[in-house]
């Protein structure tokens, strides 16, 4: 759990707000967008650059030891660190004594695409009892797309693939990926077809994920990306 509340803690490093823009911004703008009024990789085929597969701002330098260091020298608090979810919320998929830790994401977000290495390094050593789900906001045009493409690779059994191929393809290559036609181009290098991509995007179980996706990111009231819950809770 302490390690779960550290990773929580990471997230504050981070932050992209919800915004109603149609592509993302190359520039430092794109991290200072306002939310919603509303309440609240592995490299794949498409490794064109020799770097693509490093991180672009090395943050996994701090040591387990160090982590642990740091865990044991500061007291997180309520209202400082974390905020409480009052009433607590449902849970995505988490049923039993599982603890469920939810990401909630936009791929053209430059501060999810920083903070993804955190969550990969914590993915390695995380217990089994903790239950991770990703979530993508669909906050404006193209962040929806973008979780529709998600859910998509989740229903193809492609997301342990293509994830953070798709962060590089935005990030490092500057492909923003703004049309089903491109989407459809870019999971083709991973042996999905255009037919099945496009019938599988615009199914009625797709639609149905990103409905829930949406509901939940207001019930957890998240006001930007990434952003950390942890049970419905916290």
């Known amino acids: 759990m302490r ?6 803690a990471a997230g504050c490093l981070f932050a992209c707000a919800g915004d109603d823009s149609s592509a993302p911004q190359p520039s430092a703008a794109a991290s200072t967008q306002q939310p919603p009024s509303q309440p609240a990789a592995q490299n794949g085929p498409r490794a064109r650059n020799a770097d693509q597969g490093q991180p672009t701002s090395e943050p996994q330098r701090m040591t387990q030891a160090e982590r642990e260091a740091a865990l044991s020298d500061r007291q997180f608090q309520e209202g400082q660190h974390y905020s409480r979810l009052t009433p607590v919320q449902p849970t995505v998929e988490t049923e039993g004594n599982m603890i469920e830790v939810v990401e909630v994401f ?4 430059p501060a999810c695409n920083n903070f993804e290495p955190y969550i990969n390094a914590w993915l390695e050593t995380k217990a089994d009892y903790v ?8 906050w404006n045009q193209l962040s929806e797309l973008h979780a529709r493409a998600y859910y998509t690779a989740e229903a193809l059994g492609i997301v342990e693939e293509t994830h953070d191929a798709f962060f590089n393809e935005l990030h490092r290559n500057r492909n923003y990926l703004q049309t089903e036609a491109e989407l459809a181009d870019f999971y083709g290098d991973f042996g999905v077809d255009e037919d099945t991509f496009l019938s599988t995007f615009n199914s009625f179980a797709v639609h149905t994920k990103l409905q829930r996706a949406d509901d939940l990111i207001q019930r957890y009231r998240v006001s930007g990306t990434p952003g950390i819950v942890i049970n419905g809770k916290y």
């Open 3 to 8: 390690r779960i509340v550290l990773l929580l």
């Open 131 to 138: 239950n991770f789900v990703r979530v993508p906001a669909p």
């Open 106 to 109: 936009q791929y053209s977000c």
